[in-house]
Structure formats: C-alpha cells, structure tokens
C-alpha cells in the first residue's frame, strides 16, 4: 500500500546518506549531482512500484531495475540499503578499494544488481533484452524498469534502442529520464541541444508521461497511471533538479562530481535538516 | 549431426557465411535457449530458413550492432543463448564497448557470428573489409575466439560453440566455393590446435583461409626440399600453447593469417614464444599495416601477398 | 547406371520431384531449387560424377537441360 509519509521519510534519509558517503569518501568525491536528483523517483520505485521479494532478489517474479545512469549508483545503493536489501556492510564498503559497491553498479545478481552499467547508453538495449526474455518466459507480471539520464540521451545506441524497444511491442518496458537538464560539462542546451525530447520519444513510438521527479505524490500517481494496461514501452520524465536539496549544489554542472570538505558537509547538513 | 562429402561440399560452395544459416537449423536440437539475433544480415547469413522454421528463436533487429549485442546481453542474462550476427568488422569494432562490458565484464555467453571477415567481401571497400577483429575480440578477458579454416570446421566451431557456455567470436572467413581443407568429419575441440601436417624445418601455423593456403605454400616449399609442419589454429584464444611450443623448436616458425599483422594470431604466438628461452625466430604473415583498394577476393589476397605462391616466397627468403 | 540416369536421380533426390518435373525443371521454379538446394545440387553432381567445378559454370548451370550441357564441358556425355 502507498504511505506518502513512508516513501518521503525514505526520501529525506537517502538524502542525508548521499551527503554522508560523499563526505566519508574523502578527497576522491562521488557523483552527487546526479545522485541527488533521483532520490525521490528511487525512493517511490522501490517503496511503492517495484514488485520485489527482499529475501530473494533472484526471484524470477520479480520486476527488473536497470540503472543506466550508472553515476547514479550512490543512490541507488542509499535506497537498496534502507528498504533493507542491502547490507550496513554492503553500504559502509562504498567506494572503499576493491568494493563491489563503488561508483558504477557492479553486476550482483543475489543482491538485485541486475547489469554493470557505468558505461553510458548501454541501459535500454540491456532493458529491451530483458523485456523480450520475460515474453519468452510468458512472465507477463514482471516489468523492466530502465532509469536514464537526459544527457545520455546523446548516446546513438538510446536511439537503436528505443526504436527496437517499440517495434518488439514492448509493453513490460518502462523507461525513466531524469531530466535534470545538466550534463557534465554544462547544461544540455548549451552542450548538445535536444530540442523537444519528449516528441522525439513519442515519434519513435513511446507513450510519454513527465511528472515533477521531487514530489512523491505526483512520481507515484505517474507510475500508476503509465503501468496500467500498459500497451507499448513507456517513458516517464522525471522533471528533476541536478544536486537537488543542497543550495550550493544544486544546478551546478561542476557539481557532477563532488567533494564535501568539513565545512560544505556541515553546511549541507544545515540545510537538510533546516 | 553428420558431415558427410556431399554436405561438406555444399557447404564450401555455400561459402562459412551461409553455412552458418545451414548449421543454426541444428540449433534448437541441441539446446532450446537458444537464440539468433540478426542486424539485416539474414539472407547473407543464409539464415532465411532458420528464420522462417524457428520464427520464435529469431529476432532481426536491424542495422544496429550496438544494439544487437546490448538486447542479447539482456536475453542472455535471463538465461537464454544468443547467437548475433552482422558482417564480421560491423559485429566487432561497432559494437566494441557492448562487447568488452556486456561479454567481457560481465562474461555473458554471447555468440558473435562475424560474417565475411578479412577480404571475403573486399569488393565493397575497406569498410567492409575486417582485419582488426581478432586483435580486438582476444583483447578483451573471458572471450573465446574461434576463426575456422573452411566450411567443414565452420560447422564444426559453431556446434562446438552451440555447446559451450563461454562469449565467444567466431569469425567465419573466405567466400563462395570456400577450398575445402577437411574433407570428411573430423575431432573439433575448442583450443586445441590441429597438426594437418608434420614437417622438420619450417612450421606455419595459420588460421582461416589461410590454413588451405598454406598447406599449398608448404606443397611449394617441399618441392625445393624444405621440410614443412602446418597447424591449424582455429582458436585463437584460449591459445593451444603446447602446440606453439612444438613449433617453436623447428628452425623457423611461421604464423599466417587473413587479418592485420598486428594483434592477430602472429601477435598472440609473438606473446606466448616470448620467454622461452631457445625458440626459432618467428615470421609473421599477415595483411601489412595499411588499406587495400576495393577487388574482388582472389585479387586482393595477392594484393596483401596472402596467395600460397607469396607464403612459399617469403619463407624461402627468409629461411 | 547411365550418365542421364545418375544426371537425372541427383535432381530428383535434391529436388524431391519425380523424373519427369526434374526434367523441366529451371533454377527457382520450385522453392526447393533455391541458392541453398542449388549447391546441393552441384556437390550432388560433382560427388555422382566425380568432377570439380568452376565457378562460373556453378553459376551457369540454370536448368536440367543447360546442365548437361555443361557437364559435357568435364567429358561426361550423356
């Protein structure tokens, strides 16, 4: 059952944990602009969409999470961690030398990382893959969830994929962007336009959903919405903001990687919890 | 399943692409997961008819070879046995990073079938042209590579392969009316090279085409009193080290190969015969370090110096 | 067995046909003289009359009857 209040607690502390490993990582930093902007779209996907069974994450009844924005894992592990897949060892061995849990998911099938990504535009075509190995099995409950960034966008194998995605009558493929409209090197309409990219999903077959990526409710009411009696591959755009939480983060394309010294930590600890 | 003379040769006419379609029928024989993922390469993979008798097993996903191996990852994953396949440089150097996270990281057991490499379809330019694939696909951990002298052993490594769990290339060369250098069934063993013929003072190892050529380059040499032991190396990776080391004690080693001279199977011999302490020098045969204009096959194997009269020259001149 | 015969059984065991559609049969007038059944053809022939042959005529060889023709090219008379 949805509980608004469960999911925006899970939220506020998968927040306060990106800004504790980034600063417990040291000197290195983590990718903490691109983490910050998917906690609440994570958090509402496992509290309240994803079908998983926590005590077997091989279950093959199981819904599929992709992370193709692999910069992105932080997150993804802060949220795994709480809703108790993880381990507190698992989560306390981020980014240390030699860690299965570091910067880019490390496939771990037992614990629910479903590929390796890190190596961006991979995601969809390993979604596609998977979406067309569930209709094979005749597993019509599972879906593939492929969660991207707007600036992997630029990757030609996205396009492959999603034009395959539509044309194998994907309807377990759900697809989400998290448009937060920075890429590394600045904002996306300064580096590399993508005029109307809503259209350009729609026009390669897509059914296009957008929701406001830092209000449950609304992320939740999207979901619920896009998956019933789902008919094609649908993409959700979670409108979204780079660093999102963090005032000196937030928006700052130089904040893509990150280091939070003593001060900026307490600084964005304040603020968190102001 | 059975080789027999009469399909073996139509095989060798056939040429190691559309063999490929022929053998893929044998397929869900030996194992039901398995799949076949084409980029708009089915009809030069012959593979019309594994399409039209196993629709279910076949997917076409269009001229998109990062995709391709992206989408077999994912079928792969969930436990099925992909087969890929586009033209042999397409396959490799496209899809590089697919290969190298999807095959390599993540070991999936994904089968590229690389249709027409080296010069096989050299009529339609560099581009099409694949010298580099070997070099490529053995630099990446886990990978098997297979690279069959003619059609016989192409069904060979590709039922052997249909077997085995490892991501594996299986770069398929030559073209129509292939020369046949098996002539009847044979023991196929993935990385285990095979002694077609004993000799003293020379040993070629070659791989590909360039087995059937080299058999005759060391008919050639026999005639002018040398000695010549030739190998089949039909897997490039894992390398059958013993066998290089035999050949390493004859008084020159020679390696031969329709495919760059730089990383391919002159390379990975180079790699392996480095330590030893007494060794024979080591000539490697290969398509030197530059583009070939456009020609049809026959031709452009004299171009790079590949023919059997070339081989058999450059031996002696060095020998 | 005589040249026509062993000629005419090879199309009639490739094809699947009887005698007589084998002897009026063209390169594609039936699915299975297709590019596959028709190098089944030629190892077929080749094997029967112990001959190798050139490409071009492999590529030439368009019916029953251009075929013998041919096959008279490698001193098989019919």
Redesign the interface.
Known sequence: MYNMMKTLTLAKQVRRDIIDLTYKAGTNGTHIGGSLSIVEVLSVLYNDILKLNKSDMTDDTRDRFILSKGHGAMAQYAVMHRVGILSDEDIASFKKDGSSFSTHPY?NVKKGI???TG?L??G???????????K??NNVTSKVFVMMGDGECDE??IW??A??AS??GLNNLVLIIDKNRLQLDGFIEEIMKQDSLEDKWSSFGWKVYGTDGHDVDAIYKTFSEALINQKQPVVVFAHTIKGKGVSFIENKYNWHIGVLNDELYKKAIEELEA | MELN???I??YS??GSH?TF??IALEFPKIDDKI?ILAADQCSPA?LE?FRDQYP?HY?N??I?E??L????????????KPFVTAQATFSTTRCF??IK??MG??NFGIKIVGLSAGLAIGQYGATHMSMEDIALTRAIPNMVVLSPADCTETAKALLAAAKDSRPTYIRLSGW??NPIVYKEDYDFEIGKAITLKEGSDVAIIATGTMVYNSLKAAKILEEQGVSVKVVDMHTIKPLDKQAVLECSKSKLLVTVEEHSVIGGLGSAVAEEIALYKEKSRHLIIGVEDHYVKPGEYNYLVKQVGLSAEQVAERILKVL | MSNLEKYTNAFVTCFEVDEETAKRLKYQDISAWD??GH??L???L??AFDIMME?DD?IDLSSFEKGKEILSKYGIEF
């Open positions: 496939m479903e590929f390796s190596s535009g991979h969809l075509s390993l979604g596609v893959g998977s979406a067309l190995a569930l094979r099995k030609g194998s492959e994929a034009m395959s044309n194998f | 003379r009469q399909n040769r139509t006419l056939l559309r379609g022929q799949v012959g008819y279910d997917y996903v269009g998109a990062q995709n191996v992206g989408i077999a990852a994912g079928l792969a994953k969930e436990g099925f990073d697919q996270i999807n990281y993540m129509m009316n | 590019s596959v190098m089944g030629i190892a077929a080749e094997e490409t492999i």
